[in-house]
């Protein structure tokens, strides 16, 4: 090696960019590392060795706290100045301005539709609401109380056995067929979930109806007369379909993206993504939210939680974001959907104290301080609970509304050149070699 190295390709080394100097104090050699994006490239690191044999230097980091893992253009969010931005353009109006499928349409295509290509999508997605029979079977052999994201985990790892084209993903018309299935198919296995573990008939699609409409319509159509959800409640689903429906490379995200690198079905890859969601950390926080407002019971028991909290014997859930350092865009907006919802359905008893719990934590200086403010799962649940959603639910619309985000990430990732197979690097810090030893001497 000489003295001054530089890892770069020949067309990065041509394009003056930015570079960052390292040196090694274990050998007094320095390094010029390419600086893109504000990004180093970990396999640069490789060429810091100590000699030559040496494997080179990696980087250790639990959880991916500051990896980037791709390049993508599906979503932007900036955490310390409270903005999330869908393919450029602002969530607060998208939100306000668009329907579900309209940004459903901007997320897997990158710009949004003319009236005629948002026309046809939605054809498209509505006439693929339906389900095989034998899903509709498949999902009546789990238990009575199965849990419906498993219902809904398992269901939709089934699609990939009844389209097994969907393993051709060389064909860009064939990858966009099965994101129409999924977007279009995952409420009605939702629905299809939640009638099971209420024990009341499937009701399948009605292709004349929105899509967040139709989904009310499954899940609360009891026979005549016809169940007609209030336009209130249909616009309020939507709002929280649109917000939860990407979020960079979350959790779930990662999963389907990760899982996808091996060239699997996108139905598989979009199950690895239900898996991880379900985990409490990462879907379950609003029903957190509504479990410990229960606990607090009344107003007047807040100042009492709140010492709780500051002395560690409480956890206030549904405040800061690991992402969101100042505030969560998406709070604002779900806090006014709350509004129009309770205006058809009536105010939950609980809201009282959430809104007076949030009062005080923004003006504490021990929550001020910490950066903890209310995030998109404060509010949340009050809505499905509103909505008539059991708290096994939940999850299932995060999913649902998720969809889109994740397809999109993965279609994206399909074409991206530099991705291969998800292979993480390890540090061992188990035994050194030794000997095997028979059992009867151990």
């Known amino acids: 090696m000489t003295t001054q190295q530089t890892a770069t390709s020949d067309a990065q080394a041509g394009s003056g960019a930015e570079t960052l100097t390292i040196v090694d104090n274990r050998t007094g050699q320095s390094y010029e590392l390419p600086i893109t994006d504000e990004t180093i490239r970990a396999t640069d690191l490789r060429q810091i060795k100590v000699k030559e044999s040496d494997f080179g230097l990696m980087t250790y980091d639990p959880a991916f706290m500051n990896t980037a893992s791709c390049r993508s253009a599906v979503t932007y969010l900036d955490g310390d100045n409270g903005v999330l931005r869908y393919r450029g353009y ?3 109006q998208l939100a306000d301005k668009s329907s579900f499928l309209e940004v459903a349409y901007l997320l897997v295509h990158g710009e ?3 009236q005629a290509e948002l026309d046809s999508w939605v054809h498209d997605i509505t006439h693929h609401t339906f389900v095989h029979e ?11 109380d199965a849990h419906p994201m498993g219902m809904l985990e398992s269901s939709v790892g089934m699609l990939s056995t009844l389209y097994p084209e969907s393993k051709d993903l060389t064909d860009a018309d064939n990858r966009m067929n099965q994101i129409v299935r999924l977007i279009a198919k995952m409420p009605t296995l939702g629905a299809f979930a939640y009638r099971h573990i209420t024990g009341k008939p499937f009701v399948y699609p009605n292709n004349e109806l929105s899509y967040s409409e139709n989904f009310l319509s499954m899940l609360f159509t009891t026979g005549v007369p016809k169940y007609t959800p209030d336009p209130r409640l249909v616009k309020a689903l939507d709002v929280l379909f649109i917000l939860h429906a990407d979020h960079e490379q979350n959790c779930s995200t990662s999963a389907v993206r990760s899982v996808g690198s091996s060239q699997v079905d996108p139905y598989s890859a979009v199950t ?8 409490p950390l990462h879907g379950g926080a609003n029903e957190a939210v509504l479990q410990m407002l229960r606990r607090i019971k009344t107003v007047e ?3 009492d939680f709140i010492e709780g909290v500051k002395s560690g014997k409480e956890r206030l859930m549904g405040f800061g974001h690991r992402v969101y350092k100042n505030f969560d865009p998406r709070a604002t907006i779900i806090k006014k959907a709350c509004d129009d919802v309770f205006e058809v359905t009536g105010v939950n008893p609980l809201l009282a104290i959430a809104v007076e719990l949030e009062k005080i934590a923004l003006q504490d200086e021990y929550f001020v301080k910490r950066k903890l403010y209310p995030n998109v799962d404060f509010y949340s649940g009050l809505i499905y609970e509103a909505l008539g959603m059991p708290a096994d639910m939940f999850t299932v619309l995060f999913a649902i509304g998720r969809t889109p985000g994740w397809v999109a990430q993965w279609n994206e990732m399909l074409q991206d050149k530099e991705q291969k197979i998800s292979r993480p690097r390890q540090v061992y810090v188990g035994a050194d070699e030794r000997d095997y030893v028979d059992i009867a001497s151990r």
């Open 112 to 114: 949004l539709p003319a």
């Open 134 to 144: 034998n899903v509709r079977t498949f999902m009546q052999g789990f238990r009575y």
């Open 90 to 92: 602002p969530i607060e």
């Open 301 to 303: 028991n807040i100042p």
């Open 272 to 279: 690895a993504g239900i898996a991880a969601l379900y985990g």
